[in-house]
């Protein structure tokens, strides 16, 4: 094959970009039953985020075999991307269809905090060199009470939800949101968060190190 026959990721069309700034680029990979991705390219830091389970095959450039793998829902990882860029090919080898949402660590905030953050709701995921995860989980009526996020960070959502949010200036509102809805915040931020819905609500908050 030659160079031409893969693309960098931001150029393949089922990584959609959602969001970019100096800090992230965030997309959102969707891949019907049956459907295959252009090899491409990832050279950046990766937090993902798995929204639907899928059963994939992953085909690595230059590699002669293919591995598949059953990727749970609601399942967060980091990729090293940096420092091992992968190209590959993804299919959708399942029944249903696949949806991730990842974001590249492009480059640290100038300020970031030092500890985990250790507040009521939330719990530490796992901690790399560049980023720290963790998973936010309210019950209905369930409040974080006053929290600062001392960082700045991407949320994404796992499940729907009616989150009230009360910011440190009183200014309230009301917050509907689905699977795979994201919000990136810059630190430092303070607030209390509320869930108002008669369900569950989970999300992962990725802290950009």
Known sequence: MSEE???????EPRHRQRFENDFARVYDVRIPPGDTTLYHRHTEDTFYVSILPARVRNQTWGESEAQTNDVPQGIAICAPHRDQPLTHQVSNVGEGKMRMIGAEVRRSPDRTADAPLEAPGHSLHW????????????EPGQSTGEVTYGFSGLSV????????LQGADGAASLIACSPGDL???D??????LTNRGGESFRAYVA???
Do not use: I, Q
Not at 5 to 11: A, G, H, I, T, Y
Not at 157 to 164: F, M
């Open 5 to 11: 026959s893969w693309v960098e990721v931001r150029d």
């Open 127 to 138: 901690e790399r060199p560049r980023l720290r995860a963790y998973l936010l989980e309210l």
């Open 157 to 164: 959502a796992l499940a729907d939800g009616n989150l009230d």
């Open 183 to 185: 919000v990136w915040h």
């Open 187 to 192: 630190g430092p931020a303070r607030f209390e």
């Open 207 to 209: 802290e950009w190190r």
